[in-house]
């Protein structure tokens, strides 16, 4: 237990030898500190990306996604390919709730939710899209026939391939996990989980 307590002091620190050795005893530095971890950019270790249900087979909402290069340049152009069945309508309001790791060192940390951003929960995922009602949607998701925002009629759907930009974005490098759990009408819909890296 010393060894791994001595192993985590040591690899901290050597992210960030700023913060002091009694902010493992105040929780509000520790949430200040793990805030300065997300923050930081890391070099990715090439984790791989990979999308996995964490649902049942009950779940109405299935999908698969793979995304390359990985790690994902931001900013920069990736490959999108995805595929999803649902059996019934989705419509707003859907219910998403993220927890969010980041990789330091040999450990993954939980990221708290900053700004909006992390492991959060937003009451509506549908009112998030970009693309408004109105607004013409992204030329990829006409060409396969593609929503790009609620209602979503019950159906399958399938990208064999897409190349979209990655805009500058404040989400700093690393490597992440995410595990998503999405609700409509208090009942899971889904659950998916992501790995993958960001380079910038």
């Given at each position: 237990?010393?060894f791994?307590?001595v192993?985590?002091?040591?690899?901290?620190?050597?992210?960030?030898?700023?913060?002091?050795?009694?902010?493992?005893?105040?929780?509000?530095?520790?949430d200040?500190?793990?805030?300065?971890?997300?923050l930081?950019?890391?070099?990715?270790?090439?984790?791989?990306?990979?999308?996995?249900?964490?649902?049942?087979?009950s779940?109405?909402v299935?999908?698969a996604?793979?995304v390359?290069p990985?790690?994902?340049?931001?900013?920069?152009t990736?490959?999108?390919?995805?595929n999803?069945?649902?059996?019934?309508?989705?419509?707003?309001?859907?219910?998403?709730?993220?927890?969010?790791?980041?990789?330091?060192?040999?450990?993954?940390?939980?990221?708290p939710?900053?700004?909006?951003?992390?492991?959060c929960?937003?009451?509506?995922?549908?009112a998030?899209?970009?693309?408004?009602?109105?607004?013409?949607?992204?030329?990829?998701?006409?060409?396969?026939?593609?929503?790009?925002?609620?209602?979503?009629?019950?159906?399958?759907?399938?990208?064999?391939?897409?190349t979209?930009?990655t805009?500058?974005?404040?989400?700093?490098?690393?490597?992440?996990?995410?595990?998503?759990?999405i609700?409509?009408?208090n009942?899971?819909?889904?659950?998916?989980?992501?790995?993958?890296?960001?380079?910038?």
């Open positions: 237990m010393k791994l307590a192993l985590l002091t040591l690899t901290v620190f050597s992210y960030s030898s700023a913060f002091p050795g009694y902010i493992f005893k105040e929780l509000s530095k520790r200040a500190f793990i805030k300065e971890i997300f930081k950019d890391i070099q990715t270790t090439n984790l791989g990306f990979s999308w996995n249900s964490c649902g049942s087979d779940d109405p299935k999908a996604v793979s390359s990985d790690p994902i340049p931001i900013p920069g990736v490959k999108v390919s995805a999803a069945s649902l059996a019934l309508d989705v419509k707003a309001p859907v219910k998403l709730s993220l927890e969010v790791k980041k990789k330091l060192g040999p450990f993954w940390i939980k990221v939710c900053i700004d909006n951003i992390g492991s929960t937003y009451d509506d995922a549908c998030m899209t970009p693309w408004k009602p109105g607004q013409p949607c992204p030329p990829e998701f006409v060409k396969y026939g593609v929503p790009c925002r609620c209602p979503i009629s019950k159906g399958s759907y399938s990208v064999p391939s897409a979209l930009q805009e500058s974005s404040a989400i700093p490098g690393g490597d992440y996990q995410i595990k998503a759990n609700y409509m009408n009942k899971r819909l889904a659950c998916f989980s992501v790995s993958f890296g960001i380079s910038k």
